[in-house]
């Protein structure tokens, strides 16, 4: 059975809870490394973010979970395949926003926002 586009959006939402819950464990991610970045320092505030960036869909999933949703969409959901395309890009730009990092601190959290606002 073939989806519309608007069923595969339907079946996304519920799945996802609508993105709350992704959005809530990226919003902790960085609140973490806002904190480290203050309290401690902003070297460890890039890595907290990085390690914090990796943990942003198991946490996504498991408050998805709590909540009473799947945490994903249904298998055949054409909009399942974006997902996949664009962390590709966020992947291949992590070294990048590192490298401007290097440099200084701050430009890799402004790198990071570009990234993942082209995601």
Same mark, same amino acid.
């Given at each position: 059975?073939?989806?519309?586009?608007?069923?595969?959006? $339907?079946?996304?939402?519920?799945?996802?809870?609508?993105?709350? +819950?992704?959005?809530?464990?990226?919003? !902790?991610?960085?609140? %973490?490394?806002?904190?480290? $970045?203050?309290?401690?320092?902003?070297?460890?505030?890039?890595? +907290?973010?990085?390690?914090?960036?990796? !943990?942003?869909?198991? %946490?996504?999933l498991l408050i998805c979970k709590l909540l009473g949703a799947r945490g994903s969409h249904s298998k055949g959901n054409p909009l399942g395949e974006l997902a996949g395309a664009s962390t590709f890009w966020l992947i291949f730009s992590l070294p990048l926003a590192y490298g401007l990092g290097l440099q200084n601190a701050g430009w890799f959290f402004l790198a990071m926002l570009l990234v993942i606002g082209g995601r």
């Open positions: 059975m073939e989806l519309t586009f608007l069923e595969a959006q $339907a079946d996304t939402r519920r799945g996802c809870c609508s993105g709350g +819950a992704g959005i809530l464990a990226s919003a !902790l991610a960085w609140a %973490v490394a806002a904190w480290i $970045a203050v309290f401690v320092s902003p070297q460890r505030a890039i890595l +907290a973010l990085l390690v914090g960036g990796m !943990l942003i869909h198991p %946490v996504g």
